[in-house]
């Protein structure tokens, strides 16, 4: 059963910033998700990326299995249909969508080297696979910095949001966890009374998600008990679908809301060769950062909830339950 989702804010980055920090706790406070607008991401960056991911997932199988993430010790590269489940309580089967894992290039010399998912990338060969016309990792990791440069951007207003100093995570992003990943949906039609769904109930791990997606509906947001869909915004908004994740919601005791969400493929897909794509960028902490309620947040949203711990800990028993291969690498 679903309802309409159209109170989801707006935050307009060509706002004041007080109306920006008061707009991104409304939306966080009520269900953790707003779309964003006015972001400075020029639409010729995430034309190339989608571009790149096009070229890439039209590959065969093969092809695509040379730069698998499941043979890669930092979780980078290829991730099959099927491999993640993310309600592995109801999904009968694994997500319907394949995706591909691309993180801060981190080689030998970096004092991070040899930490878990800490590392370089997993590249296709360019040449081979016959993805020269676009390229994949050069718009790749122009729109990987483009994000990067946006999510380091919005943490004062996070921070004011929360009535903190706002360079209070200045020192906890400075080596993030910056993890973009393309996806493409199968044309398999969703059935979520069977367990079958493109992207399984889940909440995001981390602390920000900002979502492109090309257009196609298919986001769901659970609220009281129903699902209600997220539409994308006009094409001319050149909009993100933004949302906070478990950590988020743990850091704030609560106060920021972590929502359950899922991906449904609709029967209009079908057989017509039309395959839904979206492109998430999950921006989560450092490695050792300690994270614990804040205590402006455990005063306002009592007790305190959640147990301190460190991201590293935290992230490597998210995978671990949801990634079959993970335990493997």
Not at 153 to 170: R, V
Not at 179 to 195: F, N, Q, W
Request: include cysteine; glycine fraction near 8%.
């Amino acid at each position: 059963m679903t309802e309409s989702s159209d109170d989801i804010p707006i935050v307009d980055l060509s706002s004041d910033p007080a109306s920006v920090a008061s707009v991104i706790r409304d939306a966080c406070v009520r269900h953790g998700f707003f779309y964003l607008t006015n972001h400075g991401v020029p639409r010729s960056l995430i034309d190339g990326m989608h571009d790149a991911s096009r070229a890439f997932f039209a590959l065969p199988e093969s092809a695509k299995r040379t730069v698998l993430a499941s043979n890669d010790a930092n979780n980078r590269g290829w991730t099959p249909l099927g491999e993640e489940t993310l309600d592995p309580a109801t999904q009968t089967r694994g997500d319907t969508k394949e995706g591909y894992y691309i993180g801060r290039e981190i080689g030998p010399s970096s004092d991070e080297y040899g930490k878990p998912l800490r590392g370089p990338n997993q590249w296709p060969d360019e040449a081979k696979l016959g993805l020269t016309e676009s390229g994949f990792r050069e718009p790749m990791m122009r729109y990987h910095a483009a994000l990067t440069n946006l999510c380091d951007s919005l943490m004062p207003s996070f921070a004011e949001a929360l009535g903190l100093h706002k360079d209070f995570f200045e020192d906890k992003f400075k080596f993030p966890t910056a993890t973009l990943r393309p996806l493409r949906y199968s044309e398999h039609k969703s059935a979520p009374e069977k367990g079958v769904l493109g992207a399984g109930a889940h909440s995001d791990y981390g602390v920000l998600t900002v979502l492109w997606t090309d257009g196609i509906n298919g986001l769901e947001i659970r609220k009281n008990q129903l699902w209600c869909p997220v539409k994308p915004l006009p094409d001319e908004k050149n909009a993100f679908i933004c949302n906070v994740g478990d950590l988020c919601e743990r850091w704030t005791n609560g106060v920021f809301k972590s929502t359950v969400h899922r991906v449904v493929t609709r029967a209009g897909l079908a057989g017509r060769g039309n395959r839904r794509h979206s492109c998430a960028f999950f921006w989560e902490p450092d490695f050792d950062t300690f994270v614990e309620p804040l205590p402006a947040c455990v005063a306002e949203n009592p007790p305190r909830r959640y147990e301190p711990t460190t991201y590293g800990e935290y992230i490597l028993a998210k995978y671990r339950a949801t990634h079959a291969d993970f335990e493997k690498r």
